[in-house]
């Protein structure tokens, strides 16, 4: 990975959330006047508890919930030690005789052993008398954290209900946008910061998010060793809760963490003169916290166990097919996620896209499987009827040893079975499903596109959409995998780490460290093969792959309308909704054909034709159109919505027509007008001390959750809109450029000039995690050095000939492997004493 010699410095102006003038203000208020809120010293945490307070609607849900964490732990372990201990399975099974003198029924109290007797096996148990103790320690500290966080919790239903005048009973019927919006405004008032005189929707989502952006950020980056090549199994992708909880541990807050406070990166973390000593001390850390966890191992492992044991048992057994389902993985949702996303707009997105996965990747039943199915299913069927008909017959049969164990088995068998039995009825669209997918979950390796088909994509796309069934394996397997790949695999990144938090951490005035790719500032950050071309200024290094920042910024200014971006990402913005806009009325010239870009919103209309994400491509429609059906969900009988002009605005066909017909422009897929009735009764609703549920006309307490879910499809729609827009022009830009190149060379001389041109082709193609290109050090050096350049220390120095050096094969970003190309080659890690070597500002790409 490439290593800049730059020091930690403040974050530039362009970075700034203060208003001008106010980069340094600090607010006096007299003693007296001191509202209860002000000056929160914590205000990460503060942010934290307000919004997992929002999602867990209200304190009492809280309360509950933790109060049940609690009993269940104490059960989990008291009732795995009893049936351990004090049951007698020799007469629970009939192999003991038991002798009644006023029954001959054997009952279940006839299997447990007397308390003394239990008690001295107990005691006599030395794994469990060491189970009861680890449990009992980690069952205080949760006590003590259950208790302190009560009455921090405490604190925030005062907020909400004196400040933010939201009581408990109306919360679940506020949305976030709405809890945001009042925060930002009692800032005037209460000056729960200090340091800034007006807080911004995006000093919120930092101070919540700080430490999450930076696990995006090092996904992105593939920085995390997450992804492994295992023999016969090809690559796998291997990151559980028990991983991500120790990579937090040794990041963030854990003792001897990178951070010294939950909002500030150590001093020493932020100078790249003793870089290596500081490796040198991650990876000791590192392999400590590898050894404890290893040591730690059997009773993570037997929780883990009986934890699932008790947790799956009863699904199973009601819904047998339930491990046949799939679930997003852990690795899908950091990979998938965009910066400044909170959790519930990521699974908003996920829940969205779920149907369409699994629809997708039951595409591919074998057919192997499917005839062994049917027939597995055919036998084990039989024999169960003849087994419920025999127990229909005469109850009696149930009596007969086995026989109910089998109705059980045989009837497990059957519903595994069907689940590799495909719908006869389905059909075949793996790229209109995959279409689909990327309108929600915006993000996909490009060599996806145009392959939907292949077991390739399906294996990739695997990874992140998996088996419930793995995923509870890989949670078991977990405490024995973990160890070991923080000392083998995390320690060796260790140089790498240190290299990226200082690199990549900036400070912002009013927040402190945080990322600086959760700044979504396309100049430092930007991909030139994702509409930042001429606008960037970032090196390979600096680049987010796979589009991450502009997707990012663009979805965070669709779902946060009132927030103002920087002037560069402002025109971004603005450039790529023109775009957008002048392809709407190509199309409604009739020039489809040249309107490439747009025919991906195709599938929209017939993958969800009950979705407001396609009927809203039909035309904003006004509240009164909008009615709850019978059976509560929200009906939308859409009229061809009308411009200003009178022109109806967009409307997708089935793709089956081949084109896309579009009458009038764009804005459909924007927000409504401020005129219109949703957003007038939004702001009422969010400028007010108004019940949501009372807003507009007051009469109705579905009538604001109707609202808030129309503004909310809007900006989903806007979203997927874009989101397929840019990955049309991505891909487009990726195939005329190869185009250009191919034409070069079949018009240049049949000489050895031919040759030449073959090498140099690709040097301009977009690099990213799906196209690395193989290029000479001549040509890598000479597209870093109109790139490349360093903007946080001050001085900005372009890249000369004597730093050019080979670029190492690249793994991709996004965490798709790809293979090595010829000719590169990995250089060593300059050492301590070749850093000064280094010109100043020179970063050297390893």
Same mark, same amino acid.
């Given at each position: 990975?490439?290593?800049?010699?730059?020091?930690?410095?403040?974050?530039?102006?362009?970075?700034?959330?203060?208003?001008?003038?106010?980069?340094?203000?600090?607010?006096?208020?007299?003693?007296?006047?001191?509202?209860?809120?002000?000056?929160?010293?914590?205000?990460?945490?503060?942010?934290?508890?307000?919004?997992?307070?929002?999602?867990?609607?209200?304190?009492?849900?809280?309360?509950?919930?933790?109060?049940?964490?609690?009993?269940?732990?104490?059960?989990?372990?008291?009732?795995?030690?009893?049936?351990?201990?004090?049951?007698?399975?020799?007469?629970?099974?009939?192999?003991?005789?038991?002798?009644?003198?006023?029954?001959?029924?054997?009952?279940?109290?006839?299997?447990?052993?007397?308390?003394?007797?239990?008690?001295?096996?107990?005691?006599?148990?030395?794994?469990?008398?060491?189970?009861?103790?680890?449990?009992?320690?980690?069952?205080?500290?949760?006590?003590?954290?259950?208790?302190?966080?009560?009455?921090?919790?405490?604190?925030?239903?005062?907020?909400?209900?004196?400040?933010?005048?939201?009581?408990?009973?109306?919360?679940?019927?506020?949305?976030?946008?709405?809890?945001?919006?009042?925060?930002?405004?009692?800032?005037?008032?209460?000056?729960?910061?200090?340091?800034?005189?007006?807080?911004?929707?995006?000093?919120?989502?930092?101070?919540?998010?700080?430490?999450?952006?930076?696990?995006?950020?090092?996904?992105?980056?593939?920085?995390?060793?997450?992804?492994?090549?295992?023999?016969?199994?090809?690559?796998?992708?291997?990151?559980?809760?028990?991983?991500?909880?120790?990579?937090?541990?040794?990041?963030?807050?854990?003792?001897?963490?990178?951070?010294?406070?939950?909002?500030?990166?150590?001093?020493?973390?932020?100078?790249?003169?003793?870089?290596?000593?500081?490796?040198?001390?991650?990876?000791?850390?590192?392999?400590?916290?590898?050894?404890?966890?290893?040591?730690?191992?059997?009773?993570?492992?037997?929780?883990?166990?009986?934890?699932?044991?008790?947790?799956?048992?009863?699904?199973?057994?009601?819904?047998?097919?339930?491990?046949?389902?799939?679930?997003?993985? &852990?690795?899908?949702?950091?990979?998938?996620?965009?910066?400044?996303?909170?959790?519930?707009?990521?699974?908003?997105?996920?829940?969205?896209?779920?149907?369409?996965?699994?629809?997708?990747?039951?595409?591919?039943?074998?057919?192997?499987?499917?005839?062994?199915?049917?027939?597995?299913?055919?036998?084990?069927?039989?024999?169960?009827?003849?087994?419920?008909?025999?127990?229909?017959?005469?109850?009696?049969?149930?009596?007969?040893?086995?026989?109910?164990?089998?109705?059980?088995?045989?009837?497990?068998?059957?519903?595994?079975?069907?689940?590799?039995?495909?719908?006869?009825?389905?059909?075949?669209?793996?790229?209109?499903?995959?279409?689909?997918?990327?309108?929600?979950?915006?993000?996909?390796?490009?060599?996806?596109?145009?392959?939907?088909?292949?077991?390739?994509?399906?294996?990739?796309?695997?990874?992140?959409?998996?088996?419930?069934?793995?995923?509870?394996?890989?949670? &078991?397997?977990?405490?024995?995998?973990?160890?070991?790949?923080?000392?083998?695999?995390?320690?060796?990144?260790?140089?790498?780490?240190?290299?990226?938090?200082?690199?990549?951490?900036?400070?912002?005035?009013?927040?402190?460290?945080?990322?600086?790719?959760?700044?979504?500032?396309?100049?430092?950050?930007?991909?030139?093969?994702?509409?930042?071309?001429?606008?960037?200024?970032?090196?390979?290094?600096?680049?987010?792959?796979?589009?991450?920042?502009?997707?990012?910024?663009?979805?965070?200014?669709?779902?946060?309308?009132?927030?103002?971006?920087?002037?560069?990402?402002?025109?971004?913005?603005?450039?790529?909704?023109?775009?957008?806009?002048?392809?709407?009325?190509?199309?409604?010239?009739?020039?489809?054909?040249?309107?490439?870009?747009?025919?991906?919103?195709?599938?929209?209309?017939?993958?969800?034709?009950?979705?407001?994400?396609?009927? &809203?491509?039909?035309?904003?429609?006004?509240?009164?159109?909008?009615?709850?059906?019978?059976?509560?969900?929200?009906?939308?009988?859409?009229?061809?919505?009308?411009?200003?002009?009178?022109?109806?605005?967009?409307?997708?066909?089935?793709?089956?027509?081949?084109?896309?017909?579009?009458?009038?422009?764009?804005?459909?897929?924007?927000?409504?007008?401020?005129?219109?009735?949703?957003?007038?009764?939004?702001?009422?609703?969010?400028?007010?001390?108004?019940?949501?549920?009372?807003?507009?006309?007051?009469?109705?307490?579905?009538?604001?959750?109707?609202?808030?879910?129309?503004?909310?499809?809007?900006?989903?729609?806007?979203?997927?809109?874009?989101?397929?827009?840019?990955?049309?022009?991505?891909?487009?830009?990726?195939?005329?450029?190869?185009?250009?190149?191919?034409?070069?060379?079949?018009?240049?001389?049949?000489?050895?000039?031919?040759?030449?041109?073959?090498?140099?082709?690709?040097?301009?193609?977009?690099?990213?995690?799906?196209?690395?290109?193989?290029?000479?050090?001549?040509?890598?050096?000479?597209?870093?050095?109109?790139?490349?350049?360093?903007?946080?220390?001050?001085?900005?120095?372009?890249?000369?000939?004597?730093?050019?050096?080979?670029?190492?094969?690249?793994?991709?970003?996004?965490?798709?492997?790809?293979?090595?190309?010829?000719?590169?080659?990995?250089?060593?890690?300059?050492?301590?004493?070749?850093?000064?070597? &280094?010109?100043?500002?020179?970063?050297?790409?390893?």
């Amino acid at each position: 990975m490439a290593h800049f010699d730059t020091e930690y410095q403040r974050l530039e102006t362009s970075y700034n959330d203060s208003p001008p003038g106010e980069e340094n203000l600090l607010v006096h208020v007299p003693e007296g006047t001191k509202p209860q809120w002000h000056h929160i010293e914590n205000l990460d945490l503060f942010f934290q508890r307000i919004y997992n307070m929002h999602q867990k609607n209200g304190f009492t849900c809280m309360l509950m919930g933790e109060i049940f964490e609690l009993v269940q732990l104490v059960f989990v372990v008291a009732f795995t030690v009893f049936l351990a201990n004090c049951v007698d399975y020799d007469i629970l099974f009939a192999n003991k005789f038991v002798n009644h003198t006023d029954s001959a029924k054997v009952t279940l109290p006839d299997a447990f052993l007397p308390v003394d007797v239990c008690s001295a096996r107990i005691r006599d148990n030395v794994a469990a008398i060491f189970i009861l103790v680890i449990s009992g320690v980690f069952w205080i500290h949760r006590l003590t954290k259950f208790i302190y966080n009560i009455c921090c919790y405490w604190e925030i239903r005062s907020f909400y209900n004196n400040a933010l005048k939201m009581s408990m009973a109306d919360l679940p019927y506020f949305t976030w946008q709405e809890v945001q919006a009042r925060i930002v405004e009692i800032q005037k008032e209460h000056q729960i910061c200090i340091h800034k005189k007006e807080l911004t929707e995006l000093d919120i989502y930092h101070r919540i998010l700080r430490f999450k952006n930076y696990m995006v950020a090092m996904v992105n980056k593939s920085l995390l060793p997450v992804r492994f090549h295992l023999p016969m199994l090809g690559n796998w992708v291997f990151y559980t809760r028990g991983l991500k909880y120790n990579f937090e541990l040794i990041f963030f807050w854990g003792p001897g963490s990178l951070f010294e406070n939950e909002w500030s990166l150590k001093t020493e973390y932020k100078r790249g003169g003793n870089r290596l000593e500081l490796a040198d001390r991650l990876s000791s850390r590192i392999l400590w916290i590898g050894i404890a966890n290893l040591l730690l191992c059997p009773v993570i492992l037997v929780w883990q166990i009986l934890y699932a044991f008790f947790s799956y048992t009863e699904v199973i057994k009601r819904e047998p097919g339930s491990l046949g389902a799939r679930c997003w993985s &852990l690795y899908g949702r950091c990979y998938l996620r965009h910066f400044n996303e909170l959790d519930h707009e990521l699974m908003s997105r996920l829940c969205k896209g779920y149907k369409a996965s699994s629809k997708y990747m039951n595409c591919f039943m074998s057919p192997l499987f499917t005839v062994v199915a049917k027939n597995v299913a055919f036998f084990a069927g039989s024999l169960l009827a003849v087994l419920i008909a025999l127990t229909i017959y005469d109850e009696d049969v149930l009596a007969v040893e086995h026989v109910l164990s089998s109705i059980t088995l045989l009837g497990v068998c059957v519903t595994v079975c069907r689940s590799f039995i495909p719908d006869k009825h389905m059909v075949f669209c793996p790229e209109q499903l995959l279409k689909v997918i990327l309108a929600h979950i915006h993000y996909m390796p490009d060599h996806w596109q145009g392959n939907a088909h292949r077991y390739e994509t399906r294996d990739e796309f695997s990874q992140l959409f998996q088996y419930k069934a793995v995923f509870i394996l890989e949670e &078991l397997l977990s405490p024995v995998i973990t160890p070991f790949i923080l000392i083998f695999c995390l320690r060796r990144k260790s140089l790498e780490i240190i290299d990226f938090f200082r690199n990549f951490t900036v400070e912002v005035v009013g927040v402190g460290d945080t990322c600086s790719f959760a700044q979504m500032d396309v100049r430092q950050h930007g991909h030139p093969a994702w509409m930042s071309a001429g606008k960037t200024e970032a090196s390979i290094y600096q680049q987010a792959e796979d589009g991450k920042t502009e997707l990012s910024l663009m979805h965070f200014a669709i779902t946060n309308p009132h927030w103002q971006p920087p002037r560069e990402s402002t025109h971004f913005i603005s450039q790529l909704k023109e775009k957008v806009h002048r392809e709407a009325t190509v199309s409604h010239q009739g020039a489809v054909g040249d309107s490439h870009a747009f025919t991906s919103i195709h599938s929209l209309q017939s993958e969800e034709p009950r979705s407001l994400i396609a009927n &809203l491509l039909s035309g904003p429609p006004p509240l009164a159109s909008l009615h709850l059906g019978r059976d509560g969900s929200l009906a939308n009988h859409v009229s061809v919505g009308l411009s200003d002009g009178g022109a109806p605005t967009l409307r997708s066909l089935s793709p089956l027509s081949g084109s896309l017909h579009m009458r009038g422009s764009y804005p459909s897929s924007r927000l409504p007008r401020p005129d219109h009735p949703a957003v007038s009764a939004s702001r009422a609703m969010a400028g007010s001390g108004t019940d949501a549920r009372t807003v507009s006309s007051g009469s109705s307490a579905w009538e604001g959750q109707v609202t808030s879910m129309v503004l909310s499809e809007y900006a989903s729609t806007e979203m997927s809109i874009h989101a397929l827009y840019m990955h049309e022009l991505h891909k487009q830009q990726s195939r005329g450029e190869l185009s250009r190149h191919t034409w070069h060379r079949q018009e240049s001389d049949e000489s050895s000039e031919s040759v030449i041109d073959d090498v140099e082709a690709p040097r301009n193609m977009p690099r990213s995690n799906t196209f690395p290109c193989t290029a000479t050090p001549h040509q890598e050096g000479a597209a870093l050095q109109s790139s490349g350049q360093r903007r946080y220390g001050g001085t900005t120095d372009a890249l000369s000939g004597a730093s050019r050096s080979q670029r190492s094969a690249r793994v991709a970003m996004g965490g798709w492997v790809e293979e090595i190309q010829p000719g590169r080659h990995h250089e060593p890690v300059p050492e301590e004493g070749s850093e000064d070597e &280094l010109p100043p500002q020179i970063h050297k790409v390893t």
